[in-house]
């Protein structure tokens, strides 16, 4: 059975495993909502849990709620710059930090323009470093409820619980936080680096299989 998934900006590690484990469908036809996953990520920095936020554009007024392929990001300052240097100084001792970071650092460095597009790239990036493709189907219309495909549109949700319950790893701060659950995939990726797409593989998906 497809799943149909919302694009997100690296997206955390439960809903990279349901990119791993399932057959997905990417949501193209849904309006934008604030305070989710489609615009920002968290990790972990010497300080904890920490979000990088992506600044958009925000539209009111007649024109009302926008689709969410149509929100452009905002490039008023370097907000790219900001988060490159983040990932670097939270994941330079990492071991798979210098791994992967001739094929991320690309991503903030050019400007999209639309988040969509921008939060794909992120993803097919990752796919790239997991040596896996990626998928391409989307929507071709918006529907509330879904017929043949379940819908997982609900894992871009930042504020609600989400029962899921990762395999503990090795984190850059772990000794001064303890282990900090379902970051983003660049977590993930930097401190496991090529056992990645195994990991992933191997997590327990409850909350979506059926």
């Not at 920095?45 to 905002?74: A, C, F, S, W």
């Not at 988060?83 to 999209?112: C, G, I, N, Q, V």
């Not at 900090?180 to 195994?198: A, Q, R, Y």
Request: net charge negative.
């Amino acid at each position: 059975m497809n799943l149909i998934v919302h694009p997100a900006y690296f997206p955390n590690i439960a809903t990279f495993s349901v990119l791993a484990q399932h057959t997905v469908i990417w949501e193209a036809h849904d309006n934008f909502q604030k305070q989710t996953y489609r615009n920002r990520c968290y990790i972990c920095t010497d300080q904890g849990k920490h979000m990088l936020n992506i600044p958009i554009k925000h539209v009111g007024g007649k024109e009302g709620r926008q689709k969410y392929r149509d929100v452009e990001i905002d490039h008023t300052y370097n907000w790219q710059k900001q988060h490159w240097r983040t990932l670097e100084t939270a994941y330079r001792t990492s071991p798979f930090f210098e791994f992967y970071e001739d094929d991320l650092r690309p991503l903030f460095e050019k400007r999209e323009k639309f988040l969509f597009d921008f939060n794909l790239k992120t993803i097919q990036t990752t796919f790239d470093c997991l040596g896996i493709p990626m998928p391409i189907e989307r929507t071709k219309m918006f529907e509330m409820s879904t017929s043949n495909d379940m819908d997982a549109r609900f894992l871009v949700e930042a504020k609600k619980p989400l029962s899921f319950t990762p395999a503990g790893y090795s984190q850059v701060f772990e000794e001064r936080h303890g282990f900090i659950p379902d970051l983003s995939i660049l977590d993930l990726l930097f401190n496991e680096g090529t056992n990645t797409l195994d990991y992933l593989k191997s997590q327990s998906l409850s909350f979506v299989d059926v």
